[in-house]
C-alpha cells in the first residue's frame, strides 16, 4: 500500500513541477506587451519569450511516456540555459531558472528507474 503512494508521488510530482515551472516561466513573456511598441511587434516579442516554455512543456510530453529522456531533457534544458545566459545572470537567476529544470529531470530519472524494475 505504501510502495503504491510512494509508486504514485514518484510518478506525478515531475510532470506536475514541470507543467508547474513552464506556467512560471511563460509569466515572464507578458513583459514584451506594454512597451509602447506596434502591437505587432509586441506580439512577435511575446512569442520569442515564449520559446523556453515550448522547450519545457515538450521535455515534461516527452517525460510523460519517457521518463528517462524526460530526464536527460530537463538536465539538458538546466545547461543550456547557464551556457546562454553565462555571465549575464546572478546566482539567483541560475538558481530560480535551473534549480526546478534539474530537480523535475531527476525526478524524471527517479521514475524511470523505479518503473523499469
Not at 37 to 42: G, H, I, V
Not at 70 to 82: D, N, R, S
Amino acid at each position: 500500500m505504501a510502495q503504491d503512494r510512494r509508486m504514485r508521488w514518484v510518478r506525478w510530482v515531475p510532470r506536475v513541477l514541470g507543467l508547474l515551472f513552464a506556467a512560471f516561466i511563460s509569466l515572464f513573456a507578458l513583459d514584451a506587451f506594454g512597451t509602447g511598441e506596434p502591437l505587432w511587434r509586441q506580439t512577435v516579442g511575446f512569442l520569442v519569450h515564449m520559446i523556453p516554455t515550448v522547450l519545457v512543456i515538450g521535455a515534461v510530453i516527452v517525460g510523460w511516456r519517457w521518463p528517462l529522456m524526460g530526464g536527460v531533457l530537463c538536465l539538458g534544458l538546466g545547461l543550456l540555459y547557464v551556457a546562454v545566459a553565462w555571465g549575464r545572470a546572478s546566482w539567483v537567476a541560475y538558481a530560480v531558472i535551473v534549480g526546478p529544470t534539474w530537480i523535475t529531470g531527476v525526478l524524471f530519472f527517479v521514475d524511470g528507474f523505479l518503473s523499469n524494475e
